[in-house]
């Protein structure tokens, strides 16, 4: 079937705005995962989801940051009060399950003005 | 938390050359997976490697996995300008390294 599939693309917000990033999984994946990506460094992982739980949330920078996946297959990255250092490509991926093969998105481009 | 890091951070060769990066981590991996990264893109994956010592192939590429599970490295022989972009390995929990950067001069 179709791939992971993030949106919006892009996101362009205020400081001190809300902003919410979805996440479409592969069908069948029941691990997803939450990264953000700044120029130049690697993916840093913010949450993993295994169902509908956060099996691990330690990644998640501060409270203004949030995830959900209330029926296991779409994900939502919510943040609140966003900073300008919040800006960044967060990425979304899915697997079969935990330290199986990620299949990632194409990533939401968030920018904080 | 626990980490892996990868050396070198950047790599410039010519056309031909090879390329290898390494990852490393202080604790045993249960695994360990690389991803590439094209510029503009994002991460695709590429191999996972399970067992102590383990070696494999894809075409130009070579993996391996330390004997004692604690360090990992991608060979690629003869670079084509098509091996561009930015090399990951994903060890504990799905933590990423920050990353080979590979440049390739025609």
């Known amino acids: 079937g179709a791939g992971v599939s993030q949106t919006p693309s892009n996101k362009v917000t205020e400081k001190g705005k809300y902003v919410e990033l979805r996440c479409d999984p592969i069908s069948g994946h029941t691990a997803l995962y939450w990264y953000r990506q700044s120029l130049g460094q690697g993916p840093e992982f913010l949450i993993y989801f295994q169902g509908t739980g956060a099996a691990d949330d330690s990644g998640l920078p501060n409270d203004r940051f949030f995830a959900v996946r209330p029926e296991g297959s779409v994900s939502t990255l919510k943040i609140q009060r966003t900073e300008r250092g919040d800006s960044a490509v967060y990425l979304c991926?899915?697997?079969?399950?935990?330290?199986?093969?990620?299949?990632f998105g194409n990533g939401t481009r968030l920018t904080v003005t | 938390g626990q980490q892996v890091m990868q050396i070198p951070q950047y790599q410039h060769v010519q056309e031909g050359e090879d390329f290898t990066t390494y990852c490393n981590s202080s604790t045993t991996l249960s695994n360990i997976q690389w991803y590439k990264q094209r510029p503009g893109g994002h991460p695709v994956f590429l191999i996972q490697l399970v067992k102590s010592g383990e070696v494999k192939k894809q075409k130009r590429l070579t993996f391996q996995f330390g004997e004692a599970k604690k360090n990992s490295s991608l060979h690629i022989t003869a670079t084509q300008t098509t091996d561009v972009g930015t090399y990951f390995c994903a060890g504990f929990d799905m933590r990423f390294g920050a990353g080979t950067r590979l440049t390739v001069k025609p």
């Open positions: 991926a899915s697997s079969a399950g935990q330290n199986s093969p990620l299949h």
